[in-house]
């Protein structure tokens, strides 16, 4: 390991660094570009997926109709290779980064959402275990037959009882004197459950070693699978129940180490979510696309409908949406690819706002298209129904606000420890006593003026106003973060809609900060009135923001939320009671 790979490695989280009030430079500027030696690679396999799905994309309506994917369909996907995207070519596989990965499926969710999540509950979290935990004889055996797409990989975790609470399961494997596992349960809402020969698998062991482990699991006696779910999106692609009735594991299939299951998942997880947002990246630029050819062919009052200035807000913040979303799954890859350890609060801040962001883009498309966006026969219906599910699965979008909030708190109050430590220290050491206080009082000042502030120092001068304000508020931001660590404590872990608010505060200045490199990059590669959109873009981004994080920052002090609850409780306990919802003008 070199010197810049040991330190990209060490590279401090830029997401958990703004509850500190610190913007991470060297993590962010330059925004990164697909390596030149890949862009050959990934050009020519970009090429391959728009031959083959636009001539096949007068079919997706009709396998979405049907709920199925036909086996010569699947079949021709594994004859592309696509199967194969992230498995390293030693192993017969086409071996793009994480960057190159998410680029793909944006190309292939542009024609069709269930073709680009077959493929990505395969690469992104059906087999990521094996490429991230195997050992080398397990990758040797397995990977060959995945990157071909002889073996198709499912993901297990999820159960009939246990859902964003990925701890509680109740799948059981029970070890046994010669070392192997019986594993019997239930798992729900598997895509690719019904064509998997791969299935990595995640059951409680209670050993000494842990609680969960992973395995590998191969399609063989004592595992069947249910019916496939009629769903409101995605219908094509396979999902069903896997169940596993005294289904031997041997002992050399445990993935990782024996107890260290729920580490083994959530690094799946977090790895995997550059596929989902390249996914959603693609299905907005298509969606966009669409929207705007119809607002150009539809006239009303004499005119095109994109020359009103109601219809021009949409195009304009949809654009901004898409833009910025593509730039924070660009950024997240990127610290993926370069070997940084800490990023998972920035793949849990990709997921959430990418899902929500094509959320946005696909219903504003749809209200463009008025009455025939309405209709099967026009693509918008099926992009806001297949969207819909990217912000549930792969952890539920307000499971991921908690989990952005207290993580960075944790990091926070770690820091704010050190510091009362070495602070009830002045004394009897009177030299580190003042260093440590030169550097806290440093950082009070900086919350009160431009004096100490952390600077966005990569940003080019055109938007010098923009970068002047994710500086405050990045210090404003530390602030709060920092009275309320004080005043809560371990209670914050209760404070949910206070954690909400930090949570989206949070994605905000990270993803202005994305786009801020971005923009930049774009005006010194070309100049700033080459770059004007994106400039506009920037602008218009970072301005929304601001608006955002103001009133987050207030609502964590001045809200309703004591009333909210309450009102939540009497509602809940009235409905049980009387089984319905209670008012009527009746």
Request: hydrophobic share 40%.
């Amino acid at each position: 390991m070199n010197d810049s790979e040991r330190s990209s490695k060490q590279e401090p989280s830029v997401a958990k660094s703004l509850f500190l009030g610190k913007i991470n430079q060297t993590a962010l500027f330059p925004f990164p570009l697909i390596p030149s030696d890949e862009q050959e690679t990934i050009s020519m396999v970009l090429a391959s997926v728009d031959k083959f799905l636009e001539a096949k994309a007068h079919l997706f309506r009709e396998f979405d109709q049907k709920g199925a994917q036909p086996s010569d369909y699947i079949d021709a996907l594994k004859e592309l290779g696509l199967f194969g995207l992230i498995i390293p070519e030693e192993y017969g596989g086409i071996g793009l980064s994480n960057t190159g990965y998410s680029r793909v499926l944006q190309q292939v969710t542009k024609y069709d959402g269930s073709t680009s999540l077959t493929i990505g509950a395969h690469s992104s979290i059906g087999m990521k275990g094996l490429l991230l935990f195997g050992t080398e004889s397990q990758k040797q055996k397995y990977l060959p037959s995945l990157a071909s797409g002889e073996r198709i990989a499912a993901f297990c975790l999820t159960e009939p009882s246990s859902g964003s609470d990925a701890a509680s399961i109740k799948t059981t494997a029970v070890k046994q004197p010669d070392g192997s596992f019986i594993l019997n349960g239930e798992k729900l809402w598997i895509t690719n459950g019904p064509l998997a020969d791969f299935f990595t698998v995640f059951a409680r062991t209670d050993s000494d070693a842990g609680k969960i482990t992973a395995f590998i699991v191969e399609r063989s006696e004592g595992l069947s699978h249910g019916p496939k779910e009629d769903k409101m999106g995605i219908r094509a692609s396979a999902t069903s129940t896997v169940v596993f009735q005294n289904y031997r594991i041997p002992p050399e299939n445990i993935l990782g180490e024996e107890g260290k299951g729920f580490k083994v998942a959530m690094a799946i997880l977090n790895n995997g979510r550059t596929g989902l947002g390249g996914g959603c990246v693609g299905a907005m630029k298509r969606a966009i696309t669409e929207a705007v050819h119809q607002a150009d062919q539809r006239k009303q009052f004499g005119k095109s409908i994109h020359e009103f200035q109601l219809i021009k807000e949409k195009i304009a913040q949809m654009t901004v949406q898409c833009y910025a979303t593509e730039s924070v799954v660009s950024m997240v890859a990127h610290a993926i690819d370069s070997g940084h350890e800490d990023y998972s609060v920035e793949a849990a801040i990709s997921k959430i706002f990418a899902s929500e962001s094509l959320w946005f883009v696909g219903n504003e498309a749809l209200q463009i298209a008025g009455g025939n966006g309405f209709m099967k026969e026009y693509p918008y219906e099926r992009i806001v129904r297949d969207s819909r599910i990217n912000l549930i699965f792969e952890g539920t979008n307000e499971i991921l606000r908690l989990y952005i909030s207290l993580s960075g708190m944790s990091d926070l109050g770690a820091y704010l420890k050190d510091v009362q430590k070495s602070f009830g220290g002045v004394l009897s050491d009177p030299i580190k006593g003042f260093g440590v206080f030169k550097t806290y009082a440093g950082k009070k000042v900086g919350e009160l003026s431009s004096l100490g502030r952390d600077k966005v120092e990569g940003c080019h001068p055109s938007l010098q106003e923009e970068a002047e304000i994710v500086e405050r508020y990045v210090a404003a931001f530390a602030a709060k973060a920092e009275a309320l660590a004080k005043k809560l404590g371990k209670n914050i872990v209760g404070s949910q809609l206070i954690s909400k608010r930090l949570a989206d505060i949070a994605i905000d200045l990270f993803a202005s900060l994305c786009v801020l490199s971005r923009v930049s990059l774009a005006i010194n590669m070309t100049s700033a009135q080459a770059a004007a959109d994106e400039l506009s873009i920037a602008k218009l981004f970072i301005h929304q923001a601001k608006r955002r994080i103001n009133q987050n920052l207030r609502r964590i002090d001045r809200n309703e939320d004591v009333v909210l609850v309450q009102l939540a409780d009497s509602m809940t306990q009235r409905i049980l009671e009387k089984k319905s919802y209670p008012f009527d003008t009746l």
